[in-house]
């Protein structure tokens, strides 16, 4: 456990020296809360959620898939592959530590950064619009961690197919940006034409929205089990395939 300690702390200095994982992972979501909550405000708007809540409500949960999409497509396929282009992952599986603890302290690194993004999120939400849950923290906890989860294992799956840094950064991005906007994460879903939210429903990341959201306005859980269930097969087909082609070098 002290040698994954150190891992852990290692590997998470490391991260934070990334300008621009920094600022997509714990910066950019509350910056562009700021910009929408300003604009829009966060009165109730019953006619357009549905829900006695108002824009930053609603957006705080969306958000939450912004943090993940960019932690496990952009953060872990382009600090592995990195790493493995420079035979830093040749020397941990050379050490007396088994390699599972690499990859136990990898994933603790990016659950951390994670989370982290999102108490930022949370906090500027709170403090600045008056933030409203209906959920409980516990329920919500439970299905961002199964959100990341399932995202982690897709991150270190092109990471394992990748052959350098500079193509798992291009990678991520063709696939986490047009994510973020046809899901929910990065603009609510009813503002975007028909056609489009029809799309959505094919779009992983909407699936982390609906969950999070749902529990955030307090629905059961027993009411999501669609986006419940399409995670958990995600977290299972990701790892079992990341597993078979992860290279170490």
């Known amino acids: 456990m002290r040698g994954i300690g150190k891992l852990f702390l290692m590997q998470f200095k490391l991260y934070l020296r990334e300008p621009v994982a920094f600022f997509f992972s714990l910066a950019y979501p509350a910056l562009l809360l700021l910009l929408f909550g300003f604009i829009f405000g966060n009165e109730p708007s019953p006619e357009f959620w549905g829900r006695n809540f108002g824009t930053v409500d609603a957006s705080v949960p969306a958000y939450a898939g912004i943090i993940i999409g960019t932690v496990a497509l952009m953060g872990i396929p382009i600090d592995t592959a990195a790493s493995r282009e420079t035979g830093v992952l040749r020397r941990y599986r050379a050490t007396p530590l088994h390699p599972v603890a690499y990859l136990m302290a990898s994933v603790a690194v990016y659950l951390a950064i994670a989370i982290l993004g ?132």
Not at 127 to 140: E, H, K, M, S
Not at 144 to 164: D, K, Q, R
């Open 118 to 249: 999102m108490v930022i999120l949370v906090l500027t939400g709170k403090l600045v619009f008056g933030l409203r849950i209906a959920g409980t923290w516990v329920d919500i906890l439970a299905a961002f961690a199964l959100s990341a989860f399932a995202f982690f294992s897709v991150g270190y799956l092109i990471a394992g197919i990748v052959p350098s840094a500079r193509v798992a950064q291009a990678v991520g991005m063709v696939i986490f940006f047009p994510m973020m906007f046809l899901s929910g994460a990065g603009m609510p879903l009813p503002l975007l034409p028909e056609v489009l939210q029809k799309v959505s429903d094919y779009i992983p990341l909407s699936y982390v929205v609906r969950l999070i959201q749902g529990l955030w306005f307090g629905d059961p859980w027993a009411s999501l089990w669609v986006p419940t269930l399409v995670l958990v097969a995600m977290l299972l087909a990701g790892t079992l395939l990341a597993t078979k082609l992860f290279r170490w070098e």
